[in-house]
């Protein structure tokens, strides 16, 4: 298997919280922001998704805290999805700080919308491998 995609993230001041780590809330977007960096990494933009007529959705999130990240922390955020069969699939994502140390897991389960319909795509890993000029980054 390769290895995950991933982007670097410095956590800022004004996302910590009063005990000077980072607040929960941030690591959703730390983690979004991945998700939306390997689509504009395989090719997929916002714009294209809407012109297609569909967006992703998340249906589920699990996120474990292991270590408290401070400001100035250096980060990666992975990102891998992981395909089964059906509407849905699942993203497993780490926030690694420098030292190799994981600072957190989150887990997503999503699927692809169709907008008009406003319905689930019954099979959203052949939409992805449609839309993407590198499938590879989704393991397709």
Known sequence: MSK????PVTVRGYE???????NQAV????????????????????????????GPVALET????RRELLAGDEVEVTC???WGVGK????RQRIVKADGTVAAEVEAVGGLLDLKERK???????RF??????PALFGL
């Open 62 to 65: 699990t996120i474990r805290y």
């Open 4 to 7: 995950p995609y991933s982007v």
């Open 120 to 126: 689930l795509l019954p099979d959203p890993r052949e």
């Open 27 to 54: 690591y959703l977007n730390y983690a979004e922001h991945a998700r939306w960096s390997l689509l504009q990494a395989a090719g997929i933009r916002q714009a294209d998704l809407q012109a297609e007529g569909v």
């Open 16 to 22: 910590t919280d009063t005990q000077g780590h980072l």
């Open 80 to 82: 891998e999805f992981e």
């Open 129 to 134: 491998k449609e839309l993407a000029a590198d």
């Open 88 to 91: 849905t699939f699942r993203i």
